[in-house]
């Protein structure tokens, strides 16, 4: 079965640094996505970034990247130069290829300290 | 471009009562679901729908109900509510299963 695993309840970081927020995921499938969501306190959810498992190369978006590492199952999500805008619960999330389930991860609260 | 239109915002049910959540999409999405969003779960799926007319179970669907008349509109239904089902409620839409999901804005359910 999929799962996706996000061990840091918490994080804080300064502004202007840069994050890594971690997600690992277990499937047997070859064929899968991943993608991040923002959900700010106001309660929406923003996609942010996607990676497809046969993607050469890490996703990236603006200030955000994904650090695919296939091999570890592992997709972390690095936001570079951190803004107080970017407080905020952060989803991981995959999809099987072939399925039409998305699963979620508990999430990750990031604080942007100025 | 209104983009996934969820109503109500905010709904107080008792015990037993049924009502349904609506939620809408004008992006002429093939992919909407419904999730529920539980302090420390993060989201877990409801029901899913592939087109107009196709529907399925996800993670937790007991004590729900979802038709797909047409390809905007995918109604949840609570058949009677319970204070387990008090929660927010998420509907998301995608242009096809494997894309980035759109949400709506959530309705924020309370069952007395």
């Known amino acids: 079965a999929q799962k996706i695993t996000q061990t840091q309840p918490g994080m804080f970081v300064q502004e202007k640094e840069a994050v890594t927020l971690d997600c690992t995921y277990d499937?047997?499938?070859?064929?899968?996505?991943l993608f991040w969501y923002k959900q700010p306190s106001s309660g929406e959810m923003i996609f942010l970034i996607y990676?497809?498992?046969?993607?050469?190369q890490n996703a990236t978006e603006g200030r955000y990247s994904l650090n695919f590492q296939k091999a570890r199952k592992s997709a972390n999500l690095v936001i570079s130069a951190s803004q107080l805008g970017d407080s905020a619960m952060y989803f991981c999330?995959?999809?099987?290829?072939?399925?039409?389930?998305?699963?979620f991860g508990t999430g990750t609260r990031l604080n942007v300290l100025a | 471009n209104a983009g996934v239109t969820q109503t109500p915002k905010f709904q107080v049910l008792k015990t037993g009562q049924s009502m349904t959540l609506q939620c809408a999409q004008d992006?002429?999405?093939?992919?909407m679901s419904w999730y529920r969003q539980d302090p420390g779960m993060g989201l877990r799926l409801i029901h899913y729908?592939?087109?107009?007319?196709?529907?399925d179970q996800g993670e937790v669907p007991n004590g729900y109900n979802v038709s797909r008349s047409t390809t905007e509109d995918f109604p949840l239904r609570l058949l009677s509510a319970a204070p387990s089902q008090t929660s927010v409620y998420f509907c998301?839409?995608?242009?096809?299963?494997?894309?980035?999901?759109?949400f709506g804005p959530g309705t924020r359910l309370t069952v007395t």
């Open positions: 499937t047997s499938d070859p064929s899968y996505g």
């Open positions: 998301a839409s995608s242009i096809r299963t494997g894309h980035e999901q759109y």
């Open positions: 999330a995959m999809t099987r290829s072939g399925t039409y389930k998305y699963i």
């Open positions: 990676q497809g498992s046969y993607d050469q």
């Open positions: 992006m002429n999405h093939e992919y």
């Open positions: 729908s592939v087109g107009a007319g196709i529907t």
